[in-house]
């Protein structure tokens, strides 16, 4: 399982939306096709819900599952399709 710790995007100790945006941009989404990622939230600061948003749209274009939390209590955010041969 991937990780994508939300403590990288921080900018000056805050996820600023601008600052954010751009670093989700050049995040190499390669990496997590076809895998499961897990998204680790910081203790430390409060995250937006858009945060979250943003880099699941982003990470959902490639990967095959998306969940939230600690590996232990993830929580499943989001699931490929398989695609049916009808």
């Known amino acids: 399982m991937e ?6 995007f921080l900018d000056e100790g805050i996820i600023r939306e601008k600052s954010f945006r751009r670093q989700v941009d050049e995040l190499e ?5 076809n895998k499961k990622v897990i998204i680790k939230g910081c203790a430390s600061v409060t995250v937006p819900t ?9 990470l959902a274009q ?4 998306i969940y ?3 590996p232990r ?5 989001y699931s490929k399709r ?3 041969d009808d």
């Open 3 to 8: 990780t994508v710790l939300l403590d990288d």
């Open 50 to 58: 858009w945060a979250y948003l943003i880099l699941t749209a982003q």
């Open 29 to 33: 989404l390669d990496q997590y096709k």
């Open 68 to 70: 939230y939390g600690e």
């Open 82 to 84: 398989e695609k049916r």
């Open 73 to 77: 209590y993830a929580v499943k955010i």
């Open 62 to 65: 490639v990967a095959k599952k």
